[in-house]
């Protein structure tokens, strides 16, 4: 098998695995705990899941593809150019978020999503839980949606618009599980956001720290001051 064609494999594996760990993992947790109701519990098993992905896919990468898991070598930036860049990663994927959320609910009237209002009860108080998911979030999204499968696709199709678009067009999928459209069409804005830094600058540590304070400060003040308020975000 030729490596563009073990990439692909690599692929496809991921995205099944983490559209399955997403859409799965709470039924399946469910027939071995026989938790009836949405708890933390249940939703931190459901996070561990992804960690697991994460394993199976690293050894995908070591025993298959037999390469760097980096396609790409993470460059090396000064402690200021950290700081500028997440803070103007975040700024643009909040404002640009808010704003598309925005239009998204005054053009279809689209209310905010049940496990959104789930997920505020469980995470009411639980700091732990709140940091755990933000983590979770993002240490699993940026390696296996930038770090892996973006310059794979480049690498198959010779196409660095490729490996942009279609990276971040199945991050916005696997935000379907949420119910609504802006929980798809912001993502999908956010990936090309992060796709396109990650092409220009190659560093992942970045895109993790500013996926994780993004969570983190949207869940904070999901938890501080309630979702309806802030359910533009």
Known sequence: MSLN???SVGIVLTFVLLAFSMLYSIPIINQFFHIKTFTADL???DRLSLWLVLVLVFLYNFFIENRSFFVWEDKKYSAGFY???VICLYL???????VLNGIIMLITHEKV??????LSLIFKNNYFLIVFTCLTAGVIEELLMRAYIQPRIEKIYNSPVLGITVSALLFGILHSSYGTIGQVVVPFFI???FAVF????SNIKILIICHFMFDFISLMLMNLIGLKHISVF
């Open 198 to 201: 990650y092409k220009k600058y």
């Open 191 to 193: 990936g090309i956001v």
């Open 83 to 85: 700081l500028v860049a």
């Open 43 to 45: 939703f931190f098993y």
């Open 92 to 98: 643009i994927c909040a404002v640009g978020g808010t």
């Open 113 to 118: 999503s049940d496990k959104l209002l789930q």
């Open 5 to 7: 064609a073990k990439y």
